[in-house]
């Protein structure tokens, strides 16, 4: 494998699968055997996922509820999802830690930065959950601060989407797909692609991140074995 430790980012928007709502059993049991198979080829992985499926922060002005207040249901959103994603996860057969930001000691363990990278060492699988544990921040930028902290070599984000192009390809037939850009150019270019918070933090720390569609089985695989040129690499 090209890569020894990563930190995975979902979104919960994800684990809907087609239903629209909710979390998709066919979905979440596609990504764990995913993450299953690499633990198994001696991947150390950390997973981050958010809670869109779910309750988004941003939708609490819609709802009257206030930003703050907002947020913390978000997290809250993404501890259920870790718990799905922890059973699903160990069903294949691996050892995992559901590790929270937020204090809930009889669901998860609290984050310690030196723990955490223990487990790694010994083969467990990470589902950072909670996100930071204060509002204001995304889970994109969860996964940056993670990355960094645990010395992850790689942040994937896995989307619906295989890369970055040079507009959104499900409105724009003319986009053409980057296999490789630089910090600077998508900053340049104004390309969405994770929070500012959170690209800055992986540019200042030298966290390169992928970007590509996790939906498609087989794909974590080729990317963590760097050998063909799925989605695309910011470094």
Known sequence: MKYKRVLLKLSGEALMGDNGHGIDPERIKQYAIEVHEMAEAGVE?????????????????????????????G????????IALQNAIEQQGSYTRLISALDMERI??????????????????????????????????????????IDAEVVLKGTRVD??????????????????????????KRLKIMDATAFTMCQENNVPIIIFDMNKPGNLKKVLEGKENIGTLVS
Do not use: W
């Not at 981050?48 to 819609?62: D, K, P, T, Y």
């Open 108 to 149: 998860c363990e609290p984050y310690i930065r030196r723990r955490a990278v223990r487990h790694l060492e010994k083969g467990r699988i990470l589902i950072f959950v909670a996100g930071t544990g204060n509002p204001y921040f995304t889970t994109d930028s969860t996964a940056a601060l993670r990355a960094s902290e």
């Open 163 to 188: 890369g970055i192009y040079t507009a959104d390809p499900e409105k724009d037939p003319t986009a053409t797909k980057f296999d490789t850009i630089s910090f600077e150019d998508v900053i340049q």
């Open 45 to 73: 992985i950390a997973l981050v996922i958010g809670g869109g499926n779910i309750f988004r922060g941003l939708q609490a002005g819609e709802l009257g509820i206030e930003r703050t207040s907002g947020d913390y249901m």
């Open 75 to 82: 997290m809250l959103a993404t501890v259920i999802n870790g």
